[in-house]
């Protein structure tokens, strides 16, 4: 069960309004890598929980923590969108400064939500829950979360890039800074288990049923060898068990696919002339 | 520009058709963490790469062997469903293993796709970009290139548990053995990404402009202190600048938030009775 | 069955081309609460009806007119299509208001579909059924029909703020007169489903099989009570069965949850150090 | 900012497992009108809300409130999928019982989301954000929400009806009773609403400007007059500034378009033959 | 404008219940190329018209005529539900042929539709807007047209062969009856447009601009020559401009593509160790 | 299986970045007709082939093709992003050409790929795998194959219109080129299937199961005739079976559709009052 308290987590007060920006910030709200998918996927983890009671709560501790995230950047938005001019574009259109601004902004903002963010990305796409993973095995999931904070990190960096408004890099510089603990914060819980399992997810299957003489390969698709001077070329694999091998010249192990033809109710090609 | 040869990659054949489990094997060609997605990432990856060219041809390769993984699955669901029944559900009832079947079966595979293989997953639910991401910060990617590997693998592995044919297992160990030299692959990669720059995506951002008194402190936000046992709790940071700190009871640093009514061209609600 | 007349349902003729507020326009065609959303939900609801012969034959009535109006925007939207400029952006940013003009414009209207209106929203977001609703439970679904046609009426009202063309407004005067009546219509057909039924839905469902402690009771799940001041917080209940309570600090009344390790098959976290 | 505490706000243990069932009870949870669409839709109400205090105050009540629903019902389907057979289907299917339950679960409980809850609907199908709105119109808003309760509630009680499970209808019987709460509460909230401004929204558009002559008529669009019958019809009409009046033959008011040709750099259809 | 008159197009009664296949049936009123999609289809390109009257009101004719296909088969499905099983799926289980039958049900028939007809296809996937196209040229569209009814038809001859019930085969012989008129009608007004233009679409494009040394070329870009078979691999163009020709071993014109880095406010990979 | 060149299949290379126009030319690589939907539809078609050989060969070298074009198509697109303006708007507007690119632009090329080509189309809505088909029946297929061919043509020469580039309409010229080969070849193998069977999909069903008096019949649904003077409505039909008839007044053939009330445990409208 959740509680909620009126004061935010942090500051969210722009020195003005800048609905072409605020356009722009919905990508980390209602992103792919927005604030909330990261709510919903911590949440989901937490709740789906069959492991340690302190993965458990770790994963709820950092989920509430993102609705109160979701919760800043939709107020900075609403705040953005303060005095957006909506009036007859032919007019604005006279000013170019607020011509720009017009054909900038997401004309929802103004007719659907009345000057209030949006659960969208930047691009006026709803957030849906298929940006979110909960798979039931920690250590898979935990690679996800990591992923997500870098994403998360990286956007929430370009967007400071894009504005000098003090008030907006005020809060992101701590969305910044949370990001930075987030992700040393999966690095740590990977380390932890991998040093328990085995790194390769999921530990449990035995490989001796994979096909193991293709298991440290890597295969050269393309004309040209330069992929074979990374590390994953050669050298001892990272889970330890074997050297990675380069083949060159990767030849096909398969069969010639042929299918037979559908039943007539089917009523697929017929396979000769009627 | 792309060649194709006839052969498969790998066989792909089942001992019998199994309509019901080729909507299962579905999620692995057109799902979230499916082949499709794999493949345009990696493609999307490598076409957009501004870093080395060893990264890019790389990226190249690994994308093109995926568009073999999707053909292979394709064939093997269209020989799935060879003999599916489709015939009318009253009678077919009266044979609970048929009718079973018929439950089972994903209709479109009957009506739409006429016992072909979609590019949707075991759901339905058709395959989207927004499954992939190319960010043009290589670390943030090839993170996200783990975690995919790490589903993928997962999910090949339950679909192995969940069926007997032989043919069947015999294609999911030869992918399942590419996705522990892909899990090998990527961790490579960011270990050698991780020694050039810092960990933390992005590395080229200056950390004194974020709120640095909290970069490194777990928010416990929930009742009870389990999230206090973990590695990300305390100890050094994982990125080596500063040590982890727990924070039993954080509390808000942010305002109430206040939003100023909106102007009447938008009609939002009157700020008083009429 | 329906037939088809060719004079529109009202006048839809703008005084002069403006491919911007095309854009804007598309949200009241093909938006969430757009006149396809109306539509389909009427004619459905219509179709579905196993109520009264009188419900079925209004909610055909206006699920017609409703075809009208996607007919009277979808007119008016290619007319502000004509002329839209199309050529070089770089020279046409030379000129301020075309450069703000093209800015502004959806890219779709040009390339896609040839200066025709979209079945989408604003924003280019594709028209999707989940915008409607059927139940087969009419006070259900009439209170559905009333929000969106006072979401629809905001939203041209708003639009009506943001031009000044008078053949625009014109039709939108229209519109909004419509939309008057169908918010009265849909008030005084609750009215009279409420008054034969009980006005929570579904009325048909024994309250004593409900929790009937919290049926009842305001709960102020935030900090601060100003929540306690309005209608729901105190005096009768709207459906007359009881009186309003106010909880100021809910108490949880449930388990602390606790997830059993799934199977091996299963694959998830282990459950212990391998 | 939120805060967690570890209990449920209701029991949500079943009795017993039952993989089919969890597939249901995804509706109320991922659905168009489960429990994330209302959390989402009453926070960013709140989140956006430039009405008085106590509007946001109680509107982030039910918010959170609504988080705990979503905690339940993803806690109940985890349960309901321990021991979900998953073996292959062909075995399975020698037992009918096995078969039906095979047959009938969502194949994602297993292979995705390792049995637990997921944030889609019972066909599978993704939550998304389009679901939800915040106008930034209050009195819109609660018959939004008051409409999202009435299908929410008339939803839950069918699933009650498909189940004997004691503990699934223990936990279902709460969420009945919240939701006749629920409905209450925002009839409440419209009525204090529409006795502050006109029923009508948005009531702060002159109607003067609305094309009045049919601003209170009802059209008959379709064959027969059975819609003559409802209190739609004739009468005072709701918002008491007209009489109902009810067009029997309605006629068309507007023009027959015609579309000029498009420009030859559009290479729409030749205007003649080439 | 348009009228609805109470009578179906034609006779829509299935001899008994059957929820399965009313699930199945969903395909083509809501599915891709189900009849909502041509509906749409036609409606929009005739509103977009800017071609000869004849075309506008062939187009609004086809397209106001769908709306009663959709209507027939809302009305069918419906009927195909009455009664449909949805007590508890425990019990039910013990009877195969009752389970079968939920096994085979979609869930939202019962729990979100109340037994009424959705605007979805068979796998419960939401119509969207995305399945139409009205590009403004005619003679591409009528292509689409085309294609929709050969899927169409090919759609509903499957169901066909599904069923026994002599009810819902006689509504699919008209339907399959009014598909071969269809395709019919888009042949012959192909015909008609590609004698008054070029069949190339657009026709009014300037072939000079065209990279013509390969306009009239047949690459093989797999392994063998079996594709050198076809009328497409010789002999003179459809178009008859030119002799079709075989490049049996296509070769690359372009550059080695090379990227250069992004400036350091996107914060990509850094080019070299920081 | 595949392997990949370096070399692009033709050149891509802009005089200059234009990053406006790279959101425009997103339209074909990753819209409804983009050069992603022919890639996946002539792949799945080829590997779902049950047909002779010669086809599935045909599909998968026109398949591959595709491939490269995507390549040229979103290394083309990374270029023109080459430099993006991603400053803050405020400084930008006060240069109008500047404060018009930035107003064009999709903001999540600079946010989300960091300057790279995305799989989304110019309104920024991902690409879907709902945009392709492959039915199993070739000649149905052939038909989608050349709708998309005409329709990506049409919007291929519609971005030529837009740009002069040199170096952009370079390569455009080459895809242009490459559509007018790619109507031909689906013309030509259309033209082959069709003498081969029956032009009417499927060919299969045989007739006398259809409703025959309605096979040939133009229908009138609205006002007026023009739509008697198309080729569709008098003369042979297109197979050859029969003549076209007009209908000038369609009469309906069908039901006064009537439903039964619902059972009580779906708690629809009660039939009368409670």
């Keep these: 069960m959740f509680y909620h308290i009126k004061e935010l987590q942090y500051n969210a007060k722009p020195d003005r309004p800048d609905p072409v920006y605020a356009k722009k910030l ?8 927005g604030e909330i998918s990261v709510m919903m996927q911590y949440l989901f983890q937490g709740w789906n929980c069959r492991g340690e009671q302190k993965y458990r709560d770790m994963l709820l501790d950092i989920g509430t923590e993102e609705i109160a995230h979701v919760e800043m950047l939709a107020t900075m938005i609403a705040q953005l969108l303060d005095n957006a001019p909506v009036e007859d574009q032919e007019n604005a259109a006279k000013d170019p400064i607020i011509g720009a601004v017009m054909g900038g902004m997401n004309p929802q903002h103004a007719i659907v939500s009345g000057l209030g963010a949006r659960p969208d990305d930047s691009e006026g796409y709803p957030w849906t829950s298929r940006y979110t993973i909960a798979s039931g095995n920690l250590l898979a999931d935990f690679r996800a979360n990591l992923n997500a904070e870098s994403q998360g990190r990286l956007q929430v960096v370009r967007l400071y890039e894009m504005t000098d408004d003090k008030g907006v890099r005020d809060m992101l510089s701590f969305l910044i800074a949370r990001d930075t603990m987030h992700q040393n914060q999966w690095m740590a819980a990977i380390e932890e288990l991998e040093q328990k ?3 390769i997810v999921p530990a449990t299957f035995n490989q ?3 096909k193991q003489e293709v298991s440290y390969s890597f295969m050269n698709f393309s004309e040209g060898e330069e992929s074979r001077q990374g590390r994953w070329a050669s050298g001892k694999s990272m889970d330890g068990q074997a050297e990675f091998e380069y083949i060159s010249e990767p030849r096909a ?3 010639i696919p042929f299918l037979q033809p559908a039943p007539p109710h089917i009523h697929g090609t017929p396979p000769s002339p009627l």
């Design 26 to 33: 919905q990508e980390v709200l209602g992103g792919q890598f």
């Design 197 to 199: 399992q085995k790194p």
């Design 208 to 210: 001796q049923y994979e």
């Design 253 to 255: 192990m398969g069969q």
